[in-house]
């Protein structure tokens, strides 16, 4: 594709969107190599990312539109209930635990923390930070909890280089290397399967 | 312990381990190098003093069992398998404390990522505008329809008209038998409606069906039968997320 | 508000919303007078209409972004259930009864069809075409129907003006004109306390 026509495209596609796109998508979509992608963004974000009231971020492996800190008084004026941004640290725990040691499951979680965490688990459902996905083999089958792609977006958080591996929490002490998964493969994989690239979820009969 | 660190609360601690650490940490222990009769002897005073205020008791009297038990093991002479079964169960306690540890620094960096993020913005929904989402009827050939029912309704307002046979109710009635089978034989569901308009409206459901990558079609030859084949056992094409648009808000009840 | 800033703030409210906002909406939250909000929406339509992906619209009496016809390929290739409305007879007959008699009973949409038109209601509720806006006054109190925002958008219509007239249509010579209000009227109405300016109708709160 050309590059003004794919500039436009881009653009289209990530307002249509709200939430991330990953660039292999993008790819996909316009016929396009992934580096002729990543060079046409950073052309739009350069073009964008002043003088406007949005801007483009590279959030979970994906691009999208996010509005500039700034404007929010006005943002929370239409969505006032955006506001009640509180987050609880069993929440913030139960998060990391599905970050590091995604899939898990309730019982693992609940292990870790030393306390029941069900309830938080449903909210954090619910609030779409956390989904179930797939169910482990073994005794009762229970479900499989995964980081959810609005999480990135709610922590800001781009890729994995911008939180600390496994093995570099909890003060480089000495480590038993038994996680067969750093966090940055989980992301990786993440962003691949379940992650920005799922635009398709909300199916919509359009024919009446 | 000293005294003064008596005025920690109980219910500062998130559990056990978070006590366990945070009085190991008080103690300048490495978590792997756990002195077990010192630790054991402060968590027991320590949750001893504040058992009334215990919600969540039950968990930390377990805890307070699991290293009395290790304690004791650890007495008896190195040969006995309790003492192998109480330095193994030392070395898990340390594997939790070290997993607990890591877990809550990274909820500090959650939580930290989560302040500075609460002014940036996005929809979480596609948008409504759809450009190419648009009508094949004008709202010249609307406003003709409107004129017609008038006037039908004025001059034939107590006719009774035939039952309409709607498309949406073919496509479910389709959907419906496919719950029972993969396949339907499309002149079985003829000879329940036998008209031309229901065969018309059928052929439509059949065709959106396939376009929607519901269904798909097959005929062994030119006019034998049509079977219609359920994809995904006749469900969506696109699964639809729960609360897919629900806006992000949480806080600390 | 200064109009650079103004600018920004009705950016970000366009690309976060993705639907309209009303002018008076615009003009609440950023505490400016409409005249100023068109001024400013016409400097940014300058800006944003060429060369972009997306434009500003004025939509159903609101601003909206849209996406450039020309990217309609890729957005449809991101959302494949996206595309063009086909509307069954039966669900045409009921929108235009709404787009005329709106505010408008079940029952009286009934009446005039001769059919019951429950099936057809519910379905054109869910798109979005006509929403339940208040109660009639009388025995059962029945909801009232009327127009909902995206039509206008769908069938391609920027307002009340585009809508053919009462007096132009076919059948109107044989109209009894009992109808107290004029579609027209009814429309505008709509628009002013129904239409683009209900951002607001899915909010929730929840607490973890």
Redesign the interface.
């Known amino acids: 594709m050309e590059t003004a026509e794919l500039k436009k495209t881009i653009e289209a596609l990530l307002f249509v969107s709200g939430k991330g796109i990953s660039k292999k998508k993008i790819s996909e979509i316009t016929e396009t190599p992934q580096e002729k992608i990543s060079e046409t963004v950073n052309a739009l974000k350069q073009e964008w990312n002043s003088n406007h009231g949005v801007f483009i971020e590279e959030i979970g492996g994906g691009y999208q539109i996010s509005t500039r800190p700034e404007y929010s008084p006005a943002i929370l004026k239409l969505y006032p209930w955006k506001g009640v941004m509180r987050l609880s640290s069993s929440a913030a725990e139960v998060l990391s635990i599905a970050l590091y040691k995604q899939p898990v499951t309730t019982a693992e979680i609940n292990d870790i923390r030393g306390v029941d965490s069900s309830g938080v688990i449903a909210t954090l459902l619910k609030n779409n930070l956390i989904k179930y996905s797939g169910r482990k083999e073994g005794p009762g089958n229970p479900r499989l909890i995964r980081i959810n792609e609005p999480f990135y977006h709610i922590f800001g958080i781009r890729d994995v280089s911008d939180i600390p591996s496994w093995q570099e929490l909890g003060g480089a002490e000495e480590e038993t290397e038994s996680e067969g998964e750093t966090p940055g493969d989980e992301i990786a994989e993440e962003t691949e399967t379940n992650g920005v690239s799922d635009v398709l979820e909300d199916g919509e009969e359009s024919e009446i | 312990m000293n005294g003064k660190n008596y005025i920690v609360r109980l219910d500062a601690f ?5 006590l366990l650490l945070w009085l190991i940490q008080n103690n300048n222990m ?3 190098d756990i002195e077990i009769s010192k630790i054991t002897a402060q968590y027991l005073t320590f949750i001893g003093a504040r058992t009334a205020e215990l919600d ?1 008791a039950a ?1 930390f009297l377990s ?1 307070a069992t699991l290293l009395m038990r290790i304690k004791s093991s650890l007495m008896l002479p190195k040969e006995s398998p309790e003492y192998q079964e109480a330095v193994e169960q030392q070395r898990d306690l340390s ?2 404390l ?14 930290e ?2 302040q ?39 001059k ?2 107590d ?3 035939g ?2 046979i ?4 073919v496509k479910a009635d389709i959907l419906e038998r496919f719950k029972s089978a993969d396949e339907i034989k499309i002149s079985g569901m003829l000879q329940a409606f036998p008209s031309k308009l229901y065969l018309a409206v059928l052929i439509l459901a059949i065709l ?1 069906l396939a376009h929607d990558g519901i269904a798909s079609l097959r005929q062994e030859k030119p006019f034998a039968e049509i079977y219609l084949t359920s994809i995904n056992g006749g469900k ?6 729960e ?11």
Chains 1, 3 share one sequence.
């Open positions: 998130e559990g056990p381990l978070d490495d978590i792997y969540a968990d805890m594997e939790k070290m997993e607990w540890k890591k877990i809550k620094e990274s909820r500090g960096i959650l939580l990522k989560h500075s993020r609460k002014n940036f913005f996005r929809r979480d929904e596609p948008a409504a505008v759809e450009i190419d989402k648009k009508s094949t009827l004008s709202v010249f050939e609307l406003a003709d329809i409107f004129a017609n029912l008038i006037r039908t309704h004025d034939n307002f006719t009774i008209t039952p309409e709607y498309l949406e109710d959106d969506q094409a696109l699964p639809r997320e609360n897919y648009a629900q806006e992000v808000t949480y806080g600390n009840s």
